[in-house]
Structure formats: structure tokens, C-alpha cells
């Protein structure tokens, strides 16, 4: 049963684009049968995979500079996301080792889980915080990913997320 899951998580991930709408039911449904915390590991599994293949083809093509937290800052937010400050967020602080940015562009996840009633504190950090990591890992293996989860959509105006570097 967890191989249909992960076969129908898989191909409604890959078939979603700005709206999460039909992911979910299909995530929801195999909750139904494993469990949220089950159903969230495949669609984690599966955000890491798109987003390591987006990397295979992008890292070649990018110029690094000296500033590994920068490079990471552009690659993830600017060109991965296509994120834009500020239409879609403030960098609230900025030094060699940390930046802070608040995000309110609109966001399918935040936007489905409204819709069916599910914690985005639950969902992103079970789905979509260790998939950031490992983006950061293969730009740089001393950036340290976080969310602030007290600063999270619906709760707060904004998404609160953190990079830092560490030495």
C-alpha cells in the first residue's frame, strides 16, 4: 500500500504547479491510510528529488562568488523559487553568518492547507524543511537551514526563515 502512496503522491507533486489543490487530496487520502506524518515523508522524498535534479542543471551554469551564504540567498530564493524582494519578502538582517528573510508571496502549500484545514507548522517542517537543507548542502555543506515556526503563515503576516554559516 505505501508503494501506491508513494506512486500517487509522487505523480500529483510532479503534476502541481501554483495550485497544491489536488496534491493534498491525494496526500490527505493516504494519510487516511498511513498517517500525516507518513504521507508527508513521501511528499519530503519527493520535493528533495526536484529539487536536486533543478540543481544538476542549474549548479554548472552558476557563478559563485566569495559569499557562500549570498550564493545560497540567490540560488534557492531568486532563481529557484523566483522570489523577489521587495514584492515577496524583506531580508530583516544580514551579516557574514546569518541572513533573517520574511516572505508573504503567495504560496500553494499555505493556500491547501488553509483549504483542508492542516498545521503549516506540521506540513512544513515534515515536507519541505529538510528538502531546503539539502539544497544548501550541495551549495555550500556549513549553511544551516531553519524556520522559524513561531513566525509562520497563517499565524503571523509572514514565513520567518533563517540561513546561517557556520565555521
Excluded at 533573517?100 to 508571496?105: D, G, L, P, S
Aim: hydrophobic fraction near 45%; charged fraction near 25%.
Amino acid at each position: 500500500m505505501i508503494h501506491r502512496h508513494t506512486a500517487l503522491i509522487r505523480q500529483a507533486y510532479l503534476a502541481s504547479t501554483d495550485d497544491f489543490t489536488a496534491l493534498f487530496r491525494v496526500l490527505i487520502d493516504a494519510a487516511d491510510k498511513m498517517g500525516i506524518e507518513s504521507a508527508l515523508m513521501i511528499l519530503e522524498k519527493c520535493v528533495i528529488e526536484k529539487r536536486l535534479s533543478w540543481l544538476d542543471r542549474a549548479l554548472p551554469c552558476f557563478s559563485r562568488t566569495r559569499t557562500p551564504l549570498m550564493d545560497a540567498y540567490r540560488l534557492f530564493y531568486l532563481d529557484y523559487l523566483g522570489l523577489t524582494i521587495p514584492e515577496a519578502g524583506k531580508l530583516v538582517e544580514s551579516s557574514p553568518t546569518r541572513l533573517v528573510m520574511r516572505w508573504w508571496n503567495p504560496c500553494p502549500t499555505l493556500d491547501a492547507c488553509l483549504q483542508f484545514g492542516l498545521d503549516t507548522r506540521i506540513v512544513c517542517r515534515l515536507a519541505y524543511h529538510s528538502p531546503v537543507q539539502v539544497f544548501l548542502d550541495a551549495v555550500d555543506t556549513r549553511l544551516r537551514f531553519d524556520r522559524n515556526y513561531a513566525a509562520l503563515r497563517p499565524y503571523t503576516p509572514y514565513c520567518e526563515e533563517i540561513i546561517t554559516l557556520q565555521e
